[in-house]
T-cell receptor, first 111, second 115 residues
Framework: GQSLEQPSEVTAVEGAIVQINCTYQ??????LSWYQQHDGGAPTFLSY????GLEETGRFSSFLSRSDSYGYLLLQELQMKDSASYFC????????????FGKGTTLSVSS | KAGVTQTPRYLIKTRGQQVTLSCSPI?????VSWYQQTPGQGLQFLFE???????NKGNFPGRFSGRQFSNSRSEMNVSTLELGDSALYLC??????????????FGPGTRLTVT
């Protein structure tokens, strides 16, 4: 079926760069999305990649390689406020048009 | 533009009872999806509705049901509650169901506790 794999936890220090990887399995592919969720908050959209390559939005970038069924989220100049959970999500054929999420990566940024 | 709203925000029920959760999407959004979030399990997909039609359903028992009204508002119902149903239930709306239109806007969630 449809599945996504991402690391459960990542730690880093302020000012550093961190990469959160996501590998997916799905029949049919309609793009890879990333969402951020702070403790007690709602998930919020970060980025969407439908084609191979890098998309940059400020300190955050997202990369996709469709041939490798792989993507990553790159966070630069880390700040304490970036401490949150990050989810990758795909829409594939198995679940129709539904967006399916990975289990999330908890990022802890320390000073 | 107002965001996605969910009511109630918190709910405590006992086993065997049923519960109805409500979601009002962003104005103009026709797609509403529901997710269950529990620690360590991420966001598990429950249902997706588009223009009052259920487009997809996740791997949840028949005790979980939902519907969408003509104004795009949606409700989900859980009957015969079990302890394992305790979770944060998130509703998300989007303009559409493909490409960038599938960008989800989440509500704050309903925290359901079953005792």
């Amino acid at each position: 079926g449809q599945s996504l794999e991402q690391p459960s936890e990542v730690t880093a220090v302020e000012g550093a760069i961190v990469q959160i990887n996501c590998t997916y399995q799905t029949s049919g592919f309609y793009g890879l999305s990333w969402y951020q969720q702070h403790d007690g908050g709602a998930p919020t959209f970060l980025s969407y990649n439908a084609l191979d390559g890098l998309e940059e939005t400020g300190r955050f970038s997202s990369f996709l390689s469709r041939s490798d069924s792989y993507g990553y989220l790159l966070l630069q100049e880390l700040q304490m406020k970036d401490s949150a959970s990050y989810f990758c999500a795909v829409r594939g054929n198995q679940a129709g048009t539904a967006l399916i999420f990975g289990k999330g990566t908890t990022l802890s940024v320390s000073s | 533009k107002a965001g996605v709203t969910q009511t109630p925000r918190y709910l405590i029920k006992t086993r065997g009872q049923q519960v109805t959760l409500s979601c009002s999407p962003i104005s103009g959004h026709r797609s509403v999806s529901w997710y269950q979030q529990t620690p360590g399990q991420g966001l598990q997909f429950l249902f997706e509705y588009f223009s009052e039609t259920q487009r997809n359903k996740g791997n949840f028992p028949g005790r979980f049901s939902g519907r969408q009204f003509s104004n795009s508002r949606s409700e989900m119902n859980v009957s015969t509650l079990e302890l394992g149903d305790s979770a944060l239930y998130l509703c998300a709306s989007s303009l559409g169901t493909s490409g960038r239109a599938n960008r989800k806007y989440f509500g704050p969630g309903t925290r359901l506790t079953v005792t």
